[in-house]
């Protein structure tokens, strides 16, 4: 089954227009427990020149497998679409999804058959409106989303401790949003929530899971290094 996005409302809009779009879809946001097994994952990323419009984008597709020895996923297969394209808004705080998602469409568009889950390095729920990047995407296309940020855009929380695995609520005006990771030993931590069909105690430890070696989870990392190679590629 091929993935489609359920989406009605345009995208070439001014900063107000897209406000309103946030303050609506996020209603369709539904914050639930993720307990499927995982065995194939969406990724994506989006690069930009700097001096010009362009936008490069990669989806990968990821074919997972869970260790119970390690507790890690580990990937066994990996497949990369690329698409580079021109990308008119401006990059506004809190307004992302409509600089990439037009970039996004045409790549999800190709993969052959629905993955268990989508993670983005962006913002879920803990989005000024809760309409991040990973719940607008998780959204029009009906699929468990997670966003995993590489730095706060909203929210308070208090120290954690250095180690690996340390975790601390993220907050705002009292409500919790998402967690603050430490991903490996000394490192800065990730900003984790839920995007849709997911919820914060899930997002965290599958977002843990998938994070050996680096400080970013494996599948983000590796669409992140993509989409800079084709930026880097393309502006030779």
Known sequence: MKIVAGCDHRWDVT???????????RNQVVIQPF??????????????????KLGFAVLGEFTCVYDNVTG???????????????????YVPGYLSFRE???????????ESLPDLILVDGAGIAHPRELGLASHLGVIFNIPSIGCAKSRLIGEFQELPLEKGAI???????KQVGAVLRSKDKVRPLFISPGHLTDIRTSTEIILRFCSKYRIPEPIRQVDAMSKELRRQTLM
């Open 15 to 25: 900063i107000p227009e897209a406000r309103e779009i946030q303050q609506s879809l």
């Open 35 to 52: 307990l499927q097994p995982i065995r194939r994952i969406v990724a994506v990323d989006v690069s930009y020149s700097r001096f010009d």
């Open 72 to 90: 890690l996923y580990n990937i066994q297969d990996s497949l990369f679409l690329k698409r580079t394209g021109i990308v008119d808004l401006p």
């Open 101 to 111: 998602i037009p970039m996004l469409i045409p790549l999800f568009e190709q993969v």
């Open 168 to 174: 601390a609520a993220l907050n705002v005006k009292g």
